[in-house]
């Protein structure tokens, strides 16, 4: 059977990228891995990883010729894994999809069913793509304030990066949830309306955040969920409160993190670091039943593009240039936009 996908391939020397290409190419099953579940995709997503993946960007592709997208969701069609069968409706976020082995850029997969979510009855395929690896991170962070003992009641958190994926559906959740969320942005006056939109009381500039400050900082947020790491990371753990939670899942501000150990051992901050790849099932499916009941779904629409097959490569290099809000879902049984 033939069918449509998104093909990364790359010449390497020495992790250096010397040739990439990528284009939407048809292919035949034979192109897929040899894994026990065989999907027919519907929908999958574009996060900031795809983006530098699929813009020829250093870190992310790990074999070549590569299928990207870290995210697919779509119907069961064969399964050589008792645990799925035919018909059934299925999510898949990260588990080395568009990194180590092909992803959801495509109308055909065949991949492990280890890692497979039931799509919640309450969620679309579209809806379901909308929330992908962004969305499924935002919960994860949300997860980790609450297991840390972090309630409305304990204070105002802070979601840096707000305008983007993650951020956008943190706030959304954490508003539905009852906390009260302070939006960060480098775009206040252009995004202002739309994260107070999605219940953010509050939106402040980045900048308030980009300079190096003291490791101790008045206290203004009993919790935190950042998605951009470097300084400003470190100016939100030197404002966090007494036994506050920082969730920590991006690096678009840099990989660094100019901090001392003074929140750590003075306040009693903690920063809990938030890893969507290698999540085991349960957790996979603490996520998405939370998904389902925690997220409002009228926000995830507003927040959300859908776009073909076919427009993938200009909206990567658009995420890459900071120029896209909210969510991205890829309609991919559609090689055209619409």
């Known amino acids: 059977m033939s069918f449509h996908a998104a093909v990364i391939e790359q010449e390497t020397e020495k992790g250096k990228i010397l040739q990439h290409t990528a284009e939407v190419r048809e292919l035949s ?139 956008s559906v943190a706030v959304a959740i954490l508003a539905r949830l009852g906390y009260r969320v302070t939006a960060v942005t480098g775009r206040v006056e252009e995004h202002g309306d739309y994260l107070r939109g999605l219940g953010a009381a509050d939106v402040i500039h980045r900048e308030e955040f980009a300079d190096p400050g003291k490791p101790m900082q008045k206290a203004r947020w009993a919790g935190a969920v950042d998605s951009v790491g470097s300084t400003p990371l470190a100016n939100v753990l030197a404002q966090t409160s007494n036994e506050g939670v920082v969730a920590a899942c991006g690096l678009a501000a840099g990989t660094d993190l100019p901090t001392s150990v003074v929140p750590f051992i003075l306040r009693g901050v903690t920063l809990r670091g938030v890893n969507s790849v290698t999540q085991p099932l349960a957790v996979r499916e603490r996520v998405w039943h939370r998904l389902s009941t925690d997220l409002p779904l009228d926000l995830l629409d507003q927040m959300t593009e859908t776009i073909g097959l076919n427009d993938v490569f200009s909206q990567a290099e658009k995420i890459l240039a900071g120029e896209v809000r909210g969510r991205t879902a890829v309609r991919v049984t559609e090689r055209k936009a619409g």
Not at 131 to 146: K, N, P, R
């Open 29 to 167: 099953d034979d192109f897929l891995s040899p894994h026990a579940v065989t999907i027919d995709v519907t929908h999958s997503g574009i996060n900031y990883k795809d983006g530098l993946a699929i813009a020829g960007k250093p870190g992310v592709v790990r074999a070549s010729p590569l299928i990207p997208g870290i995210d697919l969701v779509g119907t069961v069609v064969s399964s050589e894994d008792e645990r799925w069968a035919a018909g059934d409706h299925v999510v898949l976020t990260g588990d080395g999809l568009g990194e180590t082995q092909h992803g959801g850029l495509a109308q055909r997969a065949r991949v492990s069913g280890d890692h497979l979510v039931r799509v919640p009855e309450s969620i679309s395929h579209s809806r379901a793509a909308a929330i992908g690896t962004a969305g499924f991170t935002a919960m994860l962070c949300v997860l980790a304030l609450e297991d840390g003992g972090i309630t409305p009641e304990s204070g105002d958190i802070v979601v840096t990066g707000a305008s983007g994926g993650v951020g």
